[in-house]
């Protein structure tokens, strides 16, 4: 890491992460294992304590009864961390703590037996930004409700957390863990578990960054998505670059304590796409939202699907696809049809989520390369091998620069690009 990229006093900013030399498109920056990490909550029953495969009938712990392993070794290999915390979940059965807590009960785990910072660690755990001073007495009565919980979830396994070691108390540990924890997602983008990065913690946001993250297991990997200069300052998206200016300052501002200033945000036509069409229509779909999350995330599939089609001919002849809350509702309804095994209405939605995911991703991202690669395996499954092709072939464009060519969902994309040519060939 030192070999490109250095910590540095950005203007205005705090700490940053800058480039030493020139990096390219699709260049692998930095890649590293969290210091610590764990599962979140909703994904606990499904996905894998260790490698973090995800899968149904996975093993559980015997004595917790709340983690998940896919094999007697991934298990064998996550006893050392999971030891500590099994007594600890083990006492609150059947309750379990936020992700959080639970996170900040591995760091102090972690603490404990190896105080000492690491000698390549460029950003020690002390010197977070903790952002206590900064946070409404409404945010900080949650901490402190946290604090109680952590407490009580420690109690077994730790007497005393008044002082950990680098002068830490359990406040400003839970404020840094808020402050500056990742989300660790699966191939398809969807949120598995937390972890804390240390040094990529330094990473300041810009809502069109330079650079973006994805994981492979628990591996967090830096990529550059354009050209960059050296001494450029390294950034990435704290936050759904698919969602407008407004609602993403409001995120960063209550999540991260700061207002976001930059170009896209200052450009006053930044959200015409974003927000086209009636105003009254798609603020009826923006406030449905959170309900179908909700029905996604509880995989009640005929409910989401019934609600969502609604939704789509009561508004859809008012807002455009471009419009982000009915792009999000396109792709709720094709989760929905792919679940229940209707998969030309699925392709239906997937055909017109394309173009608005290239407009609004200007830059090579993740999660347009990961909607390519959906609505390519649709296309191949239906027989529609010249459009099963394009998108591949899209696909596999954008993550050579987002994933790199060792990830294993470039991988499968490769192979299912080499599959369709194939069959292309015999036609």
Not at 177 to 192: H, K, M, P, R, W
Request: some cysteine; aromatic content about 6%; hydrophobic content about 35%.
């Amino acid at each position: 890491m030192a070999k490109k990229t250095e910590r540095f006093s950005s203007a205005g900013r705090g700490n940053g992460l800058r480039a030493l030399l020139e990096i390219k498109t699709g260049e692998l920056i930095h890649s590293c294992e969290p210091y610590a990490f764990c599962i979140a909550k909703n994904s606990l029953k499904s996905t894998c304590q260790s490698c973090l495969s995800r899968g149904d009938g996975l093993l559980r712990c015997s004595q917790c009864k709340c983690t998940r392993y896919c094999s007697t070794q991934c298990q064998r290999q996550a006893w050392p961390e999971h030891k500590r915390e099994c007594k600890c979940l083990k006492h609150l059965q059947p309750r379990v703590p936020t992700d959080s807590v639970r996170l900040a009960a591995r760091i102090i785990f972690r603490l404990l037996s190896d105080p000492e910072p690491h000698p390549e660690e460029s950003y020690p755990l002390a010197e977070h930004q903790s952002h206590l001073e900064d946070m409404s007495a409404e945010k900080r009565g949650g901490l402190t409700q946290l604090c109680s919980m952590l407490q009580l979830y420690l109690l077994q396994e730790v007497c005393d957390v008044s002082v950990l070691p680098g002068g830490l108390d359990l406040m400003g540990l839970l404020s840094r863990v808020t402050c500056n924890c990742f989300s660790i997602s699966d191939g398809e983008l969807q949120d598995i578990g937390v972890g804390l990065y240390p040094s990529m913690s330094l990473l300041n946001h810009d809502c069109q960054p330079n650079c973006v993250m994805v994981f492979v297991g628990k591996r967090l990997q830096l990529r550059a998505i354009r050209n960059i200069q050296p001494h450029e300052e390294l950034t990435i998206s704290y936050t759904d670059v698919l969602a407008p200016g407004q609602e993403r300052q409001a995120h960063l501002q209550q999540q991260y304590h700061f207002l976001c200033q930059c170009q896209r945000c200052n450009r006053e036509d930044s959200d015409s796409h974003m927000l086209a069409g009636d105003k009254t229509a798609w603020m009826i779909i923006r406030d449905a939202l959170p309900h179908l999350e909700h029905l996604r995330t509880e995989h009640q599939w005929e409910e989401l699907q019934k609600e969502s089609q609604i939704l789509l001919a009561r508004h859809a002849h008012a807002v455009p696809d471009t419009n982000v809350y009915l792009l999000r509702l396109l792709d709720m309804a094709m989760d929905a049809c792919i679940s229940l095994d209707q998969y030309e209405a699925a392709l239906e939605y997937g055909n017109r989520t394309l173009g608005p995911y290239r407009l609004h991703y200007a830059e090579p991202h993740p999660s347009w390369a990961v909607e390519l690669f959906r609505v390519g395996k649709l296309q191949h499954y239906l027989g529609r091998l010249e459009e099963a092709s394009n998108s591949f072939t899209q696909a596999y464009d954008v993550m050579k620069v987002t994933h790199g060519t060792e990830h294993p969902l470039f991988n499968e994309v490769s192979r299912k690009l080499t599959e369709v040519q194939a069959e292309l060939r015999r036609t």
